[in-house]
């Protein structure tokens, strides 16, 4: 299988382990950085590998971060990508069956190499079961139409409400209820 890897400085040491598996598993493996722990920015590296991913180069993707929070929310801002951040064997078996995970996230700083190496091994190993899944997916994937929406593209139950018509105020005694000028947040002489 081709899988794109990437982490930014504090998943750097886990990554160059995790490469060296994937290979002696008989992995193709393209790194997409970080080239070393010097700090780093996540989204420079999450991107380049997703984009392998979305455009079917590699077949799959691996990203780390110190907790897999950043690469994972940077990771499902690229059109096709289904990322998800797993923290044992279940939830990345589960990614794969029911996501169709196509991009794992992990936490470098909370996972030692040999259960990010069994995580890594089920998600690869692991088909998506489709079924009922196959609708919900799909519905994740429509939703990529709204990364940029216009107005007329956005669904009726999401669309802003309509302001409703004021009623005429009724006139409240002198101090109550009502502020004058003096007395509002906006007024410059009053104190904030």
Known sequence: MKIAVGSDHRGFHSKQRLKSFLVEQGHEVTDCGADSDASSDYPDYAIPACLLVACQKVDRGILMCG??????????????IRAALCHDELTAEMSRRHNNANVLC?????????????????WLATPFDAGRHARRVQKVMDAEKYLS???EEVPARCAPAKPRPKKEAKEAPAGRGRSTSADSPDSPSSPR
């Open 67 to 80: 907790s897999g929070i950043g690469m994972t929310m940077t990771a499902n801002k690229v059109a096709g």
């Open 106 to 122: 992990l936490a470098a700083d909370l996972l030692g190499d040999e259960l990010i190496h069994r995580m890594v091994q089920v």
């Open 149 to 151: 929406p216009r107005a």
